[in-house]
């Protein structure tokens, strides 16, 4: 079975800042970004991003290198990132919202990576790091005297734009490429489809790290809009909405979670700032369609829910959906809607063969959008990335482990995924690395963890600990996880039990664990048992 996008022509160098410097020569004065009052103008960012670019070249990281970036939202981090493409380089997250505990796993990840930029207040979390940390501010100077016009750095769709670290089925971190093509076809689907331009303005949410974040960043550059930052490392929801009510913001990108979040800010306080939006572009977890119904009926609401589907290894999207047509009586789940232009679904068995109209198969994503592959690895990881003869034709497709079908509307619809790995708050997380984070905690014998539901029927994850010897408290095992892992990763609830159980094939039963969860202790922030 198989689901096609539109077709539609890209430039013969499809290469995503391209689109940004036509921009600054044709409005050198509109805003391209605010943060906390101050502002750049896209002549102002092009110049100081020129200059950086010159910077990498005359180090000789020029194209094919990959920089790494550890920055907060910040003027600095569009300078670092749209200087790293028009050296011809890519850039790596490292998302100063993680511990440095996990941004010193992060950084042995990288093959070959050129340096690092951080700022004076980021620096002390990549300090481990084998390569020059550098910080533009302390550059100035230097900076300066290079040339504010571009490098002409010749870039093709096929060069690496960006890399992310996504959660492996091994359990450790895997840094996955995207090319330039898709992601130039990505935002160019975005912009055209949903008629995206100069007043297109943005508000980022969502973590650096995070691979949504990618293209919530570049967007309102690519198509001559201004992107807001907000004044804080994570997500803060009453500054979010401030800015959303103060600003004349008009698009933003998230995950489910963080739309629920604003949503409840919003109808708890009786404002209006997320109804009078022309678009959320949202994904990444199942839906919860009643987190939303209400607030969607609301009289003289604008704003039109995207809901999306996609996985880092292919441009982030791949398919989307207007969530206006879902109708809670006539879909069991909502559907994830049609691909985006120039990619294609293709439902597959486990002997990757097309399943039959009407069939559940395994979603793989092919296209302009399938990104480049797993960067330094050799591993099981790589195989998704495969090549399969469709109609005679050899298809390079990436294989999500996610399992659908094809709705009669020719919808696609998510069920849920084919391996261990979950999805919590819009993040892919694989269990198997918060249990091993665990393990190595003092105190605590064996670890497993799985997804659970709070009271209000929200996903989240449960630890379920072995103790050595005493029972372990929550503010404990909490603090001492967050020096290992972010924040997304660690665990909503502590459960002590005695032993974990296992299924008949000697692997823990974590279906027995949930059926019990009521039987066991909480870990209590006091150190007293509930």
Not at 70 to 83: Q, W
Not at 130 to 154: I, K, M, N, Y
Not at 185 to 193: A, D, G, I, K, R
């Amino acid at each position: 079975m198989i689901l096609q996008g539109k077709r539609v022509a890209l430039p013969p160098a499809p290469v995503v800042h391209h689109r940004f410097e036509a921009n600054a020569a044709a409005t050198p004065d509109a805003l391209a970004v605010v943060r906390a009052g101050e502002h750049m103008t896209y002549a102002q960012l092009d110049a100081a991003a020129n200059r950086f670019a010159h910077y990498l070249i005359r180090r000789g990281h020029g194209r094919g290198a990959k920089v790494g970036l550890c920055l907060d939202y910040s003027f600095d981090l569009l300078v670092a990132l749209l200087g790293t493409l028009k050296a011809g380089a890519a850039y790596v997250p490292f998302d100063p919202a993680y511990p440095a505990a996990r941004l010193e796993q992060l950084l042995g990840q990288v093959p070959d990576l050129a340096l690092i930029v951080a700022s004076e207040a980021t620096a002390p979390m990549v300090a481990a790091a084998t390569v020059d940390v550098v910080d533009l501010e302390r550059l100035a100077d230097t900076l300066d005297r290079l040339p504010a016009t571009s490098p002409g750095t010749e870039v093709t769709g096929d060069d690496l734009c960006y890399a992310v670290f996504t959660s492996g089925s091994t359990g450790t971190p895997k840094l996955t490429a995207v090319r330039h093509e898709g992601w130039f076809n990505l935002m160019n689907w975005l912009t055209l489809e949903y008629g995206l331009h100069s007043g297109s303005h943005h508000l980022v949410v969502s973590a650096f790290g995070f691979d949504l974040s990618q293209r919530a960043l570049m967007t309102p550059l690519f198509c001559g809009a201004t992107q807001h930052f907000m004044a804080s490392r994570n997500f803060d929801a009453m500054m979010a909405y401030r800015i959303l009510n103060e600003r004349d913001i008009r698009v933003v990108h998230c995950a489910s979670s963080t739309l629920y979040v604003l949503v409840d800010w919003e109808t708890a306080r009786g404002g209006d700032a997320l109804t009078r939006l022309d678009y959320v572009l949202f994904g990444g977890e199942a839906l919860k369609p009643e987190r939303l119904s209400h607030w969607m009926r609301r009289e003289g609401n604008t704003c039109t829910l995207l809901h999306q589907y996609g996985v880092a290894e292919c441009t982030d999207v791949a398919t989307s959906y207007d969530l206006s047509a879902y109708r809670p009586g006539h879909h069991a789940i909502a559907p994830v809607g049609r691909p985006a232009y120039n990619t294609d679904i293709h439902l597959l068995d486990a002997e990757l063969r097309g399943v039959a109209p009407g069939e559940s198969g395994e979603i793989c994503i092919a296209g302009a959008g399938v990104g480049a592959g797993y960067l330094g690895g050799s591993g099981p990881e790589n195989a998704k990335f495969t090549t399969v003869e469709i109609d005679g034709v050899p298809v390079r497709l990436y294989r999500t482990g996610d399992r659908g079908h094809i709705d009669a509307s020719g919808e696609l619809v998510v069920a849920g995924r084919m391996d261990a790995q979950v999805k919590v708050r819009g993040m892919r997380i694989d269990p198997t690395d918060i249990e091993r984070a665990l393990g190595r905690l003092p105190g605590i014998r064996e670890a497993a963890v799985a997804v659970t539901h709070s009271a209000a029927g929200e996903a989240e994850l449960t630890a379920f600990l072995v103790p050595t010897r005493h029972e372990l408290t929550e503010d404990d095992v909490r603090s001492r996880l967050l020096r290992e892992l972010p924040r997304n990763m660690v665990p909503a609830r502590f459960v002590n039990i005695l032993r974990l159980p296992l299924s008949p094939h000697g692997k823990v039963d974590r279906a027995a664990l949930v059926a019990s969860l009521e039987k066991h202790q909480v870990l209590q922030p006091s150190g007293t048992a509930a």
